[in-house]
């Protein structure tokens, strides 16, 4: 190996190594933004109305 490509081949890792760095910021703000998304329809569902206090106390387990 020359010095020419020892050089390259550092500089292409170098730039490599910058390019998966970008692409996992990229990514955390991505799933940043999804879990925003996800809260906020979650808050957004209506709340469940409660059943009479008469429901759901016993099982009809009798075939």
């Known amino acids: 190996m020359d010095i020419a ?3 390259s ?3 292409a890792l170098s730039q490599a190594k910058s390019g998966d ?3 996992t910021l990229v990514l955390k703000k991505a799933l ?3 879990a925003q ?3 906020q329809l979650i808050q957004a569902l209506p709340q469940a109305a409660s059943n009479p ?3 759901g106390n016993s ?3 009798k075939a």
Do not use: E, K, R
Request: no cysteine; charged share 10%; proline share 5%.
């Open 32 to 34: 940043d933004i999804q």
């Open 5 to 7: 490509n020892i050089s």
């Open 37 to 39: 998304s996800a809260a």
């Open 21 to 23: 760095a970008v692409g």
């Open 9 to 11: 081949l550092s500089t």
């Open 59 to 61: 099982v009809d387990v």
């Open 53 to 55: 206090p008469n429901l």
